[in-house]
């Protein structure tokens, strides 16, 4: 990362485009640790992460820090960061709360939603329909990504409650570095646009069972696929 020239505001160092040092380091920390490019389980040491990130010590400690409040990171006494590792248990935890949260959201989308919220789902997933899972290196492509989280969020963007969103974002980055881990060992990718269009279908027709039923079918699907991975990706 290139060194943005910055100036001083309250105390801290804030770069071209507004954001502090910190932030600058976070975001982009939590975007690497989320694609896998920071294995689980990693060591996350400062003098590494300095030259990485062409960023100071300060900023670096602040960022971690919070990552491990979103579950990220973990700060070991006498060992300093690693990345949070993954597990199958913790794959079944974080699934199984996905399915609450998407599930609390989608019927207080539906019960609230008005026509500018149906327009967002239908724009949403006719972008995600026009871009591939998986890029030329075989990763998932970090655009399809975007679009995926959008089309997500555009479901339960009538949910009224900003800590139900907040919380279903860390889950949803907890979920997608699962994926990213175990694309690698996937036999064939997935095309789950099929579930998409079924659950964006029962959602715009207000039928909030349905809806809920596939939103946790689609959660559930995923999450038995990633399970069936190689033992050694979990630790196990």
């Not at 954001?19 to 380091?25: D, E, K, L, Q």
């Not at 006498?78 to 990345?83: A, D, L, Q, S």
Request: glycine share 6%; proline share 3%; charged share 30%.
């Amino acid at each position: 990362m290139a060194q943005a020239a910055g100036v001083k505001v309250a105390g801290a160092t804030v770069e071209r485009g507004g954001r502090t040092r910190t932030a600058g380091a976070y975001e982009e920390l939590r975007r690497d640790i989320v694609r896998s490019l920071w294995k689980p389980g990693a060591r996350l040491r400062f003098e590494e992460l300095k030259a990485h990130y062409d960023t100071g010590l300060s900023p670096l400690r602040e960022a971690l820090m919070k990552l491990a409040s979103d579950g990220l990171v973990e700060l070991e006494e006498h060992k300093g960061f690693r990345v949070a590792p993954v597990s199958r248990a913790g794959l079944v935890d974080i699934t199984n709360m996905r399915k609450e949260l998407e599930s609390m959201a989608i019927r207080l989308s539906i019960a609230h939603g008005d026509d500018h919220w149906e327009a967002g789902i239908v724009a949403a997933l006719h972008e995600l329909a026009k871009r591939s899972k998986l890029g030329p290196d075989g990763l998932v492509d970090d655009e399809w990504e975007a679009r995926h989280r959008a089309f997500h969020n555009a479901l339960t963007a009538a949910s009224g409650s900003e800590w139900l969103q907040r919380f279903r974002s860390q889950l949803y980055d907890q979920a997608d570095r699962y994926r990213r881990v175990a694309v690698h060992y996937m036999h064939a990718p997935r095309d789950d646009l099929v579930e998409h269009r079924e659950i964006a279908d029962a959602v715009l027709a207000r039928d909030t069972e349905a809806a809920v039923f596939l939103s946790r079918r689609h959660l559930d699907r995923t999450c038995q696929i990633l399970l069936s991975s190689p033992s050694h990706i979990f630790g196990d």
